[in-house]
């Protein structure tokens, strides 16, 4: 099967780069589109695929045609694409927040893939999470799971609202790490070491928490005990957190996201019911 990418930004390129690393496709059958000559000519040098400025062109190639713009010119980019989409082609979306049923009506398409991957897909540490409408086929599936574990780990959801929490959770997580590490460094920094040392402990620090807890069959609450001594430094340090409603901050956080996923799609609903 051929690919298409109608899009050629960072999440874009970055999925070109995992399924060509990883042997799922060959670069002949891979293109692309942008309306922007020099990242059209960029993409092409990098990978060796086809590099188009036109659409129509690049969707008219692919089996699979991944959706890779904002969804604010998603309506635009509909109207070009309405007429020239096969009944046996994949629309496969990775624009957060636009509903399948959206996509179905404007495209007037029903085999439609969404997705919400994250920034980690990058390094092929991404995670996906993904659903399907009953018109793609399980043969179909299989080929698609293939190309979202190229870029890391993937799941399979049946109901689209878990989409919707996944761009809330892993989709905007990485964000609440980055944050955290920039906060602990500077934390470092405060105390007396160079940010390259104070970043370096942090990263690693943070990095071999998680392949601790990814390799433990312990609850997250069990292992942090076991770093806790009563009276000790990290029982001030978790004090200190608890009594900043870290928790619930965090946890209004990734609600907040939720809800504004929510309201996007239901925004696109109303957008396309009243004619606009």
Known sequence: MKISFIGAGTMASSMVKCIIEKGVYEKENIAGSSPRLARARE???????????????????????????????????????KEVLQDHQIVLSIMAGIPIEVIQRELAHKKVVRVMPNTPVQVGHGMSVWTATEEVSEEERIYIREIFSSMGKELFVKDEDYVDMATALNGTGPAFVFLFLEEMISAGVHLGFSRRVSKELVYQTVLGSILFAMNSD?????????????????????????????????EKAVYAAY??????????????????
């Open 259 to 276: 809800k504004r996923t929510k309201y996007l799609g239901e925004l696109s609903k109303e957008k396309k019911e009243g004619g606009q």
């Open 218 to 250: 312990k609850h997250t609450a069990e292992l942090r005990d076991m770093v806790t001594s009563p009276g000790g430094t990290t029982a001030e340090a978790l004090y200190e957190l608890e009594k900043g409603t870290f928790r619930t901050v965090l």
């Open 43 to 81: 993409l092409s040098r990098q990978f060796g695929i086809k590099m188009v400025q036109n659409n129509v062109e690049a969707a008219s190639f692919g089996d699979i045609v991944v959706l890779s713009v904002k969804p604010q010119i998603f309506s635009a980019l509909a109207r070009e694409l």
